[in-house]
């Protein structure tokens, strides 16, 4: 199948596609006359690395764990032996980040609860805690994240 059609397929956009082949991801048939041709296999590749990139995880480190990964029904399941340990490393990074940044928000929070009412207009500690949600990063260029 051609781009278009993986486009409306896998519902990644035509960006990203190419993006997953430079980091390795993807190696999609290429015809003499350079239009990428893909199959199947590259359907559900590009399935695994959706799934792998909501967990958190890198495209460098996605290029390592890809091919250790089969699908089962609606989960990935690891077949590789070392997998398991890489992604629990994996996933101690990402508890450790989240641990920073609670104590960053909790820095915040003590710094803003020392200010003045009448500077803090609408700030209550709900909206302290749960800011309004970032813009969508595919449309913040320049950000280097891809959604």
């Known amino acids: 199948m051609r781009m ?25 048939e290429r015809l003499p006359s350079g239009y990428r041709v893909y199959s199947e296999t ?22 390592q764990v890809l091919p250790c990964v089969r699908t089962d029904d609606d989960r990935l399941v690891p077949t590789c032996p070392d997998l398991v340990a890489q992604l ?17 928000r909790e820095m915040l929070d003590h710094v803003l609860s020392a200010a003045p009412s009448a500077t803090l207009p609408d700030s209550t500690p709900e909206r302290a805690q749960d800011p309004a949600p970032d813009p969508a990063p595919e449309s913040t260029p320049g950000t280097g994240r891809y959604a």
Do not use: F
Not at 5 to 26: D, I, K, P, S
Not at 42 to 63: K, N, Q, S, Y
Not at 88 to 104: C, G, K, P, V
């Open 4 to 28: 278009k059609e993986m486009v409306a397929r896998t519902g990644v956009h035509e960006r990203l596609l190419r993006y997953y082949e430079q980091q390795g991801l993807l190696a999609p």
């Open 88 to 104: 629990r490393r994996e996933r101690d990074r990402i508890s450790r980040a989240i641990d920073e940044l609670a104590t960053s």
């Open 42 to 63: 590259d359907v559900e590749a590009v399935r695994r690395i959706r799934c792998l990139l909501a967990a958190g995880l890198p495209t460098a480190t996605i290029a």
